[in-house]
């Protein structure tokens, strides 16, 4: 029997281990009918639902979700199908379409994907496909909506369904969705013919009195908790309850604070009887707990204090009633932990410094490239969909389908009548900042080998995007083009115009350049001054053999 994880007459798994868990109300317990380790649906949205809330109203949350987003995302990206350009034309076709940027694939839905995973701990996005265009469109669906997933009978960790439950004007909804990679499975098996065993299994009333949309697969990721969940947890969990002392511990101290603002001066009087100390109260206190008006005001901002030797007046010391609020870090420590981000990344100045922009301690360095590659793959899964989708469309035909691979069961893609493998190449700028300076230097050093006649990196293009890209130029490959066109054509670059440098008084003037004016080697006719001119004539002196590298005597033999 296959394993299924839901609600309404599934086979619910639930924790035993995890005791509590934070909520808005306080604790609550939750007790697990085995040993597998997986929350409930109930106390997992209950969870999503707070860190949600914590994540719009407490900054200790907000910050370092925000920040990573920033680190991922905040760059741009560049994504290609390698070594194709009929595939690459299929990708940008599902990078660029509008849909797809509002969904996923725009600056601002990468950020507010992004955040959510954090937030939320799952991503599941729904691929529908036009069946005649190829056209493919992805849609997020909510995580509250996704009741259960159903697993292959083999192997747990390989899912085939998820069961999704919304409401509409029309009632409450149920719906399969398929796992994309099952979608894959069942094409290369009915390629195959070997359908009937999956047929039988998908007879099962549970499909059959729900339904299955197998024209939307759909790819899950899932962040915060273990492989074995069938469900993420929201990366924000073990910090939300951090979060939420430290800013009532804060709160704690804002109070004592006030409480202490109300007594502001301390005034004495020798020997003085409760007759006079009345008086002297009466004189100093406000008249609006008595009266609409009041009709004795404080002194005024400088006034002078006039009395005897017998009275004393002074302010109230309240340094050792108040707690120094820095005391309290060690509670914000723990959620900086908890989220891995180190407290600098908070506003704390006395643990930053301005070389922040350029060095991160190697863990949080580690922790956003690390989400980078996980954006990298789940794109490239997405852009692996709309090229089948494009291969299988009858209107494609650049793009097609030659079948499946009988070992690994994947479609064998033909791009322009050839075979050719699906490799999806996503890019990202540097996390940290870089000293353009020291990067071009590198590459000047690579290059030359500070002289040496081996020549290690003579590719033009190369040389010259990683140059581009190291100084932040943006679209690259239309400035390698014009520089080295990919048809092999000649060169659209225009030349720099130079001009002679004015002549200093009593010196003569360099003339301009002429049909038999010397000029630089490996130039388009730069004129040569004559400082120029005697040192190319003292070293053609001294090297005869200036333009070849000298012969070791074996190459003289």
């Given at each position: 029997m296959t394993k299924v994880v839901g609600q309404n007459g599934l086979l619910e798994e639930r924790i035993s281990e995890l005791e509590n868990f934070i909520e808005d109300v306080g604790w609550e317990r939750i007790y697990g009918y085995n040993g597998d380790f997986q929350f409930t649906r109930e106390a997992l949205r209950d969870i999503i639902r707070l860190s949600r809330l914590m994540y719009l109203k407490n900054p200790i949350i907000r910050r370092p979700v925000d920040l990573q987003a920033y680190y991922v995302w905040g760059q741009g990206y560049e994504i290609k199908a390698d070594k194709n350009s009929a595939l690459n034309d299929v990708v940008q076709r599902f990078i660029d379409?509008?849909?797809?940027?509002?969904?996923?694939?725009?600056?601002?839905?990468?950020?507010?994907?992004?955040?959510k995973l954090r937030v939320e701990g799952n991503l599941f996005l729904g691929f529908y496909v036009n069946l005649s265009s190829g056209r493919v469109q992805v849609r997020r669906f909510k995580v509250d909506k996704m009741a259960g997933i159903v697993y292959d009978d083999d192997d747990d960790t390989v899912p085939h369904f998820y069961l999704r439950e919304w409401s509409t004007s029309n009632g409450a909804?149920?719906?399969?969705?398929?796992?994309?990679?099952?979608?894959?499975?069942?094409?290369?098996?009915?390629?195959?013919?070997?359908?009937?065993?999956?047929?039988?299994?998908?007879?099962?009333?549970?499909?059959?009195?729900?339904?299955?949309?197998?024209?939307?697969?759909?790819?899950?990721?899932?962040?915060?908790?273990?492989?074995?969940?069938?469900?993420?947890v929201p990366e924000t969990y073990p910090a939300l309850d951090w979060a939420r002392a430290y800013k009532e511990v804060l709160e704690d101290y804002k109070k004592t604070v006030k409480a202490l603002a109300k007594?502001?001066?301390?005034?004495?009087?020798?020997?003085?009887?409760?007759?006079?100390?009345?008086?002297?109260?009466?004189?100093?206190?406000?008249?609006?707990?008595?009266?609409?008006?009041?009709?004795?005001?404080?002194?005024?901002?400088?006034?002078?204090?006039?009395?005897?030797?017998?009275?004393?007046?002074?302010?109230?010391?309240?340094?050792?009633?108040?707690?120094?609020?820095?005391?309290?870090?060690?509670?914000?420590?723990?959620?900086?932990?908890?989220?891995?981000?180190?407290?600098?990344?908070?506003?704390?100045?006395?643990?930053?410094?301005?070389?922040?922009?350029?060095?991160?301690?190697?863990?949080?360095e580690l922790m956003f490239r690390s989400r980078q590659n996980l954006w990298s793959e789940v794109f490239s899964d997405c852009c692996t969909v709309a090229i089948e989708a494009a291969a299988l469309a009858p209107r494609s035909k650049k793009v097609t389908s030659a079948g499946y691979d009988e070992d690994t069961g994947l479609m064998k893609i033909k791009a322009d009548r050839k075979l050719v493998e699906i490799n999806i190449d996503m890019n990202f700028p540097p996390v940290l900042q870089q000293d353009v300076q020291s990067v071009v230097q590198s590459l000047v050093t690579g290059i030359t080998l500070n002289g040496?006649?081996?020549?290690?990196?003579?590719?033009?293009?190369?040389?010259?995007?990683?140059?581009?890209?190291?100084?932040?130029?943006?679209?690259?490959?239309?400035?390698?083009?014009?520089?080295?066109?990919?048809?092999?054509?000649?060169?659209?670059?225009?030349?720099?115009?130079?001009?002679?440098?004015p002549a200093a008084p009593g010196e003569k003037p360099v003339p301009a350049a002429g049909?038999?004016?010397?000029?630089?080697?490996?130039?388009?006719?730069?004129?040569?001054?004559?400082?120029?001119?005697?040192?190319?004539?003292?070293?053609?002196?001294?090297?005869?053999?200036?333009?070849a590298p000298p012969q070791s005597p074996a190459q003289k033999g």
């Open positions: 379409d509008p849909s797809n940027q509002r969904a996923l694939t725009g600056s601002e839905a990468c950020l507010d994907a992004e955040r909804q149920r719906r399969y969705y398929p796992d994309w990679n099952y979608v894959r499975l069942l094409r290369a098996k009915r390629e195959a013919g070997l359908l009937a065993g999956e047929t039988d299994q998908l007879s099962e009333p549970m499909y059959r009195d729900v339904g299955i949309d197998w024209d939307v697969p759909v790819l899950h990721r899932k962040t915060g908790g273990f492989s074995d969940m069938d469900f993420g007594w502001a001066m301390v005034l004495k009087k020798e020997g003085a009887t409760q007759a006079q100390i009345s008086a002297i109260q009466a004189r100093l206190q406000s008249t609006l707990g008595t009266t609409s008006q009041e009709t004795n005001p404080a002194p005024v901002t400088g006034s002078t204090f006039v009395a005897n030797d017998s009275i004393d007046l002074k302010a109230l010391d309240v340094s050792k009633a108040a707690v120094d609020p820095d005391k309290f870090n060690r509670i914000m420590l723990m959620a900086c932990a908890a989220m891995g981000t180190p407290s600098n990344f908070y506003g704390d100045a006395a643990s930053g410094n301005l070389a922040s922009a350029k060095t991160l301690d190697r863990p949080t040496q006649p081996i020549q290690v990196m003579n590719d033009g293009p190369t040389i010259l995007r990683i140059l581009l890209k190291a100084l932040g130029i943006d679209e690259v490959d239309e400035v390698v083009e014009i520089f080295y066109p990919k048809d092999g054509g000649k060169s659209t670059a225009k030349p720099i115009e130079t001009y002679a440098k049909p038999n004016s010397p000029v630089l080697p490996g130039t388009d006719g730069a004129t040569l001054t004559p400082a120029q001119q005697a040192a190319q004539q003292n070293q053609k002196v001294k090297s005869p053999h200036i333009d």
